[in-house]
DNA sequence: AATTAAGTTCCAAATAATGGAATAACGCCG
DNA sequence: CGGCGTTATTCCATTATTTGGAACTTAATT
């Protein structure tokens, strides 16, 4: 059911300066499309599944899959049937658990959420993906990879409109050259123009909202956050149900979210010096 | 806190067996050994890190990691230090999402919660390394990725030494003849043969201990767990601080633990079908 | 047993990776 | 500002790996 965001993020590492020059990462960037369509499928594929979807000779993709398997990055079970790997689970907790942004954003994402009661998200700005680097849910313990490590679409959640209006001007029109619009509720943006009229709009006030443009029935209000060095654009939000978040409370947490904002980019500061 | 799994991990592809088949994966494989670098380091790594660490040429080294940043696998920051990739989150989210096992056991990992109130995990074996696949845990909302993907050795947690009962002789013989012991606490097993005794035991009983072995205060008491075509081999265990958890509880506990073991099987029976 | 489909292995040709050295950028200090 | 040590990046002939078509093996079907 999530099998859309295959669109989205297979578009995460578009260099989209124009021209579209093909990616020149050689025989790794051969691999990573096949694990992006391993990862990315509904379930574990066949070999002839991946023949069919990769457009490879079948030696070549043979021996690819071969390599990948033995290293950990798919698994072969007892049907000859591929799916993603284990060890990508190692990697991912390593580079979370020591992820320097999260890390000094816990604090305070902590904080408001018991300010609001609401789930608190932080996300990050990938190719034209949000990825969510950590999320504070109020009640019972969550399963948290289920919105961790998950990537959404910029153009219509809280924190994507956010980082996008950090963007200058013409990495934005880069980018959204090259988006394509899914839309996923009556309220999403699916055309470059309105979608760009919001984030001016954004830009000038410091916040956005989703306005049930992902989700029916779920809305937020986020702020910007980014590192000096700008290796992080992105933001955090507040998330919940409409029925409980009028637009005006989203309105009204407006300003503890962008307090909130402010800290953690106080906490980089300090932390990382004024390098850079 | 947790640095020393670095050393742990690190041994989960060493290929030690004496003479050591160096690996047969080409280009991949001398990525993939960067990338294990560079996630298990303590902190992001400048190039001459790397350089030092992974001994080849300057030429060959900037073009590998520049690949690396380019597909996401690594970033690098404003101070030219590198880290792993947040498109590993991505990756491994999707990885955990649709895996079967977990998504099999989940429901019988809730029940053994309840029943006894602490903290219940699933976990694979991975080359000698425990990878963790749920965890359970009764209290507050928990940060899960602390454990969830994590890789513990083999021969100091139930769940792994559980996991090791399971294999053939041959298997076994191989994986501890390359194990090296790290003395982690004044339990911790630091022989093969002493390992290789308790495991005879554990075969024969069908459930494992944790007697502090991994962590000084911490008991747990496991039960392995197989796919029928071999592909998980793991276990699942409760784990608590030794003041709640006596010895004579945990002997109490093998019971129902070794039933929600047998739940999940027969779970898998059911669901994938008696093939192979 | 015959037939089709699915997966695996082989090897000359094409391509990408290698690695030593030269060049460029940075950071520090006088 | 200019020089010096450090660090990072680019270049290109050589070498090793990947490529891809076809032959081969194995498994499933009738």
């Given amino acids: ?35 992006d369509l391993v990862t990315h499928a509904d379930g574990p594929l066949r070999f002839t599944d991946i023949l069919a979807l990769a457009g490879q000779p079948r030696g070549t993709l043979h ?4 390599h990948m398997v033995e290293e950990g990055l798919l698994e072969l079970d007892g049907d000859g049937r591929y799916a993603p790997g284990l060890r990508l689970l190692d990697f991912a907790a390593r580079s979370w658990a020591r992820n320097e942004f999260r890390l000094i954003a816990e604090p305070h994402l902590a904080d408001l959420q018991q300010a609001t009661g609401e789930t608190v998200h932080l996300g990050v700005l990938r190719g034209q993906s949000i990825i969510y680097l950590d999320k504070v849910d109020g ?21 994507g409109k956010a980082a996008l209006s950090l963007l200058p001007a013409d990495r934005l029109a880069d980018l959204l050259a090259d988006l394509s619009f899914t839309r996923f509720t009556a309220a999403t943006h699916v055309s470059a123009e309105t979608l760009l009229a919001e984030i001016r709009e954004i830009a000038v006030e410091g916040y956005a909202f989703d306005r ?5 029935g779920i809305r937020c209000v986020a702020a910007p956050v980014w590192s000096e060095d700008r290796t992080f654009i992105g933001g955090i939000s507040i998330t919940g149900p409409a029925y409980r978040l009028s637009m005006e409370l989203l309105r009204q947490w407006a300003v503890p979210v962008q307090r909130a904002a402010g800290q953690i980019m106080e906490g980089m500061r300090i932390r990382l010096g004024p390098r850079r």
Avoid: W
């Avoid at 993020?9 to 694990?35: I, Y």
């Avoid at 021996?63 to 071969?66: A, I």
């Fill in 139 to 159: 009640r019972q313990p969550v399963r948290m990879y289920s919105q961790i490590g998950n990537a959404s679409p910029c153009y219509c959640t809280g924190v």
């Fill in 63 to 66: 021996r690819q899959l071969s």
């Fill in 212 to 216: 049930e443009e992902h989700e029916a």
């Fill in 1 to 35: 059911m999530l099998a859309f965001l295959s669109r989205v993020d297979g578009a995460m590492n578009s260099n989209g300066d124009g021209m579209a020059q093909a990616r020149e990462t050689g025989t790794l960037g051969k691999l990573m499309v096949l694990l």
